[in-house]
C-alpha cells in the first residue's frame, strides 16, 4: 500500500485553509505548480479527486472533506513527535499561543513583560479567534496553547484553571441601578440585559454565572465586541455583564459605565474560570504549567 507524504500531506491542508492554491503555495514557500503536483500526488495515492475543480469556487469533493480532518489530525501527532524529539526547556524557542477577545486584550499587557522577564528566549506567536476555533486550532496542531474561559469541549486536551474572573453589573450613570453598591443576580431577569453575539463564549458564561436563561437576555441586537457592548449600555439601550478583568483594564471608564458587584443568592461573585488548553499528548503540560504560573500571579 502506498501512503500520503507528510509533505503531500500539508500542500493539503494548506490549500484547505487558504482555500486558494496561490496563497496555499506562498504559505508553503513553493511555486503553485510545485503544489499543485503535490496535490494531484495525493489524489493519485487514494484514487481518488479531493478538490472540486468544476467549481468557480473553492470546493472540496465529500472524501476531500474527510481527508482535511484526517491530515489536521496526522500533521498535529507529527508535530507531537517533534516536539517530543527536542527536550527543550519550557517556554523557549516558538510558541504559538491563542486567546479568545474577551481575554487577549485585557491580559496581555500583564503577561508580556513578565514574559519578557522570565523567559527571553521565547518567541511567542498570537492568534485571537473565537472558542470554538481556537479549539480546532488546538486539535489540529495550528496553535500549541490556548488562554480560553472554561468550561470548554475538551475531547483530546488537557487543560488548566489559572485563575477566577467575576462578572461586574454595567449600567449608564443616570441608570435606575446606578446608585446600588450590590446587585443580587435575581433581579438581573427583569433588566433589558445586552450580551455579546451567538459564538462568543462570554454570552454563555455570563448567563450560566448568574443562572439565567437565553431568553433573559435582550436578542434585538448582539455586540460584536466589548468595547461595542458598552457603547449600547452607554447610550441607554440597556444594561450588561463585564468580565472584572475588562473592567480593571479601563473598559468601563473609558466610555462612562458605572459598574457595581454582583451577588448570588449564596453570597458568591457570578464568574468565569480562566485556563489554559493544549493538545494532549503533545508536550506541552510543563509550558502550560509555567504559564499558569505567570498568569495566576
Known sequence: MILPTLRQLQFFDSLVRNESFSRAAEECCVSQSTLSAGIKELEGVVDRALVDRTSRQFRLTPLGEQMARRAEEILGL?????????????????????????????????????????????RLFLREELTDQLVDGLKAGRIDIAVLAMPVETTGLDTLIF???PFLFACAPDHPMARKSVISSDILVDQNLLLLEDGHCLRDHALDACSLQQRDAADAFGATSLFTLAQMVRSGLGTTLLPKMAVDQGLAEAVGLVT??????????????????WRRGSGREAEARALAELLAA
Not at 108 to 115: D, E, Q
Not at 260 to 277: C, K, M, Q, T, W
Request: hydrophobic content about 40%.
Open 260 to 277: 457595581i458587584p454582583v451577588r448570588n443568592a449564596a453570597g458568591g461573585e457570578p464568574s468565569r474560570d480562566l485556563g489554559l488548553a
Open 78 to 122: 507529527a508535530q507531537d513527535m517533534v516536539r517530543a524529539a527536542e527536550a527543550r526547556p519550557p517556554l523557549t524557542g516558538d510558541l504559538r499561543m491563542g486567546l479568545i477577545p474577551t481575554i487577549g486584550p485585557f491580559l496581555l499587557p500583564h503577561l508580556m513583560p513578565k514574559l519578557d522577564q522570565h523567559y527571553p528566549d521565547l
Open 163 to 165: 485563575g477566577e474572573d
